[in-house]
């Protein structure tokens, strides 16, 4: 059991450059989120999901855009890369009703 | 609006000594969770515990316990005679059940024990 995986895990973008970054859960969850992790902040959210088709602004959506057109795959995409947005990216997904988040093992992407 | 405070940025213990890690939380909703996730060197987020706003029992496993007080709003996490493994950042975090169960994340405790 795969539960949650993350390609790719490490990337480095020149600023201004484009990237996908892929999210696939097994657990047949429907909700999912994306989260970015940077020094002294803790994870903050960027853009959840709560079922295929379904996307939602988080805390930090500037620069950002996701999709959810399979139920087990949630994309994350930047369309112009920015060195503010260097940091560590988690995907994670669990079921409704307080049920604790399973999460990928994050993607460190640079930009430069 | 939800909130996680986790004042203590980063802790030094000497192993086999006893450490708690502090967690504040904030909310107006009655129904939420609570939980503590460990992400030791290597990076991935490990789930430790899961407690929900209506029970404020204390849950103890093997060397980790946790106290939940909601007339502190605290969530604290202790581990007796800690261990080397044990060095890694723990993060506190809070979901609301009627807001899609989004985490909101402290800023994490870094512990360090040394031998």
């Known amino acids: 059991n795969a539960g949650v995986t993350q390609t790719p895990k490490f990337r480095v973008l020149k600023t201004g450059q484009s990237m996908t970054l892929l999210c696939a859960q097994d657990?047949?969850?429907?909700?999912m989120y994306w989260y970015r992790q940077d020094p002294g902040m803790g994870l903050r959210l960027i853009h959840y999901s709560v079922g295929e088709g379904t996307t939602a602004k988080g805390e930090v959506p500037d620069g950002y855009n996701v999709s959810r057109l399979k139920k087990q795959n949630f994309l994350l995409g930047l369309e112009s890369a920015a060195p503010s947005q260097t940091s560590v990216y988690f995907c994670?997904?669990?079921?409704?009703?307080?049920?604790?988040?399973?999460f990928g093992q994050g993607t460190r992407l640079t930009v430069v | 609006a939800q909130k996680v405070t986790q004042a203590q940025t980063e802790i030094s213990v000497v192993e086999k000594e006893d450490v708690t890690l502090d967690c504040v939380y904030e909310?107006?909703?009655?129904?939420?969770?609570l939980f503590w996730y460990k992400q030791p060197p290597s990076g991935e987020l490990v789930f430790l515990i899961r407690?929900?706003?209506?029970?404020?029992q204390n849950e103890i496993s093997g060397r980790y316990s946790w106290n939940f007080q909601k007339s502190t709003s605290s969530f604290n996490f202790t581990i007796t005679a800690s261990q080397v493994v044990d060095s890694a950042v723990y993060f506190c975090a809070l979901s609301v059940v009627y807001n899609f169960n989004k985490f909101y994340f402290g800023s994490g405790t870094k512990l360090n024990v040394k031998p």
């Open positions: 909310t107006r909703d009655t129904t939420y969770y």
């Open positions: 407690r929900n706003s209506f029970d404020e």
């Open positions: 657990m047949n969850h429907e909700y």
């Open positions: 994670a997904s669990s079921e409704a009703g307080g049920t604790e988040a399973f």
